[in-house]
């Protein structure tokens, strides 16, 4: 009988170590992660001398360069707390027992304050009225000891000044005011449309995707007018001065230089535009010409429908004309506003001829304008100012300091026209 009772505390004895070996089997940890960056993070939050409400809700709120700030609060009290990143040392072991894995997580350390919210609003009214009691004292001081000036800025400032408790009783009369006065204004759309029609620019496509669609061809002249341009003697005289002897202004080395050129029939649209570009200059030298008989002499008597486009695109009419038999009589007259228009048409001429990159210096010197009227305009049709490359340098024979002011028009895509600023121009700045 003793022998049977040792053999069976023994197996008891053997069964139990058995079941401690296997229960510490389960608890042996497979991986241990450590979690880099996550978007779940824990916290760990002080609240010292303070017993916190288990069901208070914390709201999380992350800063640059690991920076933290908690907010709580209840009906009663506010929690507010940040973390300093430069001790934030600690980690949370996050064990999950399915997968018998630890998930080490970065804990920032949350250092909380609590605020009463009764005391916070009566701290707020104590600061206002500690500043009303301030300014009335500091009136005080002004009116007992201060100068005329002084006594006067005061006396004013309590003239002028608005009580916001007055004004409720007139809050809905005031708001429908506004809305009677405001109701007329015009749309921004209505705006920017005014503003499309002020600008001094031919028509254009600002949606465009090729350069020629930018400006139009027939947005410059119309089509009835670039039929009436009649170039093909211009194109079959070979010599040079007759050629510029049957364009309208022939002091202008700019278009000379370039009909010059022109020897191929492909060209002849570019003809055209070098004869309406020419009429644009003739009009501009002939500024101050008054009534259409002299403007057709001065022209070399181009074709009719021409010159009367120029004047009803480019001038105001001092009489009007329609009288029977008074037309090439009436009086017209180029304003400033006008002037810059034709300037424009002028410069978009340029640019198709050019191809989309002109060489200011030469238009300044023939039209006799500063450099910076001419970029201006040029900016208003939507150019970019450039200095000119290395290589164009070289082909132009340019020094280095010839160079450095000698600048390009450059059109290009996208298309963007600059905002219309807002300025009264002097005589000065339209020479």
């Known amino acids: 009988m003793g022998e049977e009772k040792k053999e069976r505390k023994r197996k008891h004895r053997h069964s139990k170590d058995k079941e401690k070996k296997r229960t510490k ?61 430069d001790e ?76 916001a408790e007055k004004l409720e009783t007139y809050a809905d009369s005031i708001v429908d005011n506004i809305k009677t006065a405001t109701e007329n204004l015009p749309s921004a759309d209505a705006l920017r449309e005014q503003q499309s029609e002020e600008r001094p620019i031919p028509p254009c496509n600002e949606d465009a995707d090729d350069l020629n669609s930018v400006y139009p061809l027939y947005g410059l002249l119309s089509k009835e007018e670039f039929v009436a341009i009649r170039v093909g003697a211009i194109f079959r005289e070979q010599d040079e ?14 278009i000379n230089n370039r009909v010059a050129r022109i020897n191929n029939e492909n060209e002849m649209q570019k003809l055209k535009l070098l004869y309406y570009a020419s009429l644009l200059m003739g009009l501009y030298n002939n ?50 506003k006008m002037e810059d228009k034709l300037l424009c048409y002028l410069f978009v001429t340029c640019l198709r001829i050019d191809e989309y990159s002109v060489e200011i210096p030469l238009l300044t010197a023939e039209l006799s304008l500063r450099p910076t009227r001419v970029q201006d305009l040029f900016k208003a049709i939507g150019c970019k100012i450039r200095p000119c490359s290395s290589a164009q340098k070289e082909a132009l024979g340019l020094t280095t300091a010839e160079a450095a002011n000698y600048k390009l028009a450059t059109l290009s895509l996208p298309f963007k026209l600059p905002e219309i600023a807002r300025r009264r121009r002097t005589a000065q700045s339209r020479r």
């Open 88 to 163: 934030d040392l600690y980690y949370v072991g996050v064990y999950d027992p399915n997968t018998r894995t630890v998930e080490l997580m970065h804990a920032p350390v949350m250092n909380t304050t609590r605020t009463i919210k009764a005391y916070k609003k009566k701290a707020i009214a104590a600061v206002k009225q500690a500043n009303v009691q301030n300014r009335i004292q500091r009136n005080a001081l002004g009116e007992a000891f201060g100068t005329k000036r002084a006594k006067r800025v005061i006396s004013d400032l309590e003239r002028n000044k608005i009580e």
């Open 287 to 336: 500024r101050r010409i008054s009534n259409k008989r002299a403007l057709l002499q001065k022209l070399n008597h181009p074709a009719e429908i021409l010159v009367n486009s120029l004047i009803q695109k480019f001038t105001d009419s001092k009489v009007g004309i329609g009288k029977v038999g008074k037309e090439k009589d009436a009086s017209f007259t180029i304003t400033p």
């Open 241 to 254: 001065k007759k050629r510029t002897s049957l364009l309208p202004f022939k002091a202008s080395e700019y």
């Open 25 to 85: 089997s389960q608890h042996i940890l497979d991986t241990v992660q450590v979690q880099v960056d996550s978007s779940l993070t824990p916290f760990l939050a002080t609240f010292p001398g303070v017993s916190v409400p288990e069901d208070t809700k914390f709201q999380a709120y992350r800063g640059p360069k690991d920076h933290y700030v908690i907010h709580g609060e209840t009906e009663r009290m506010e929690y507010d707390g940040q973390n300093d990143p």
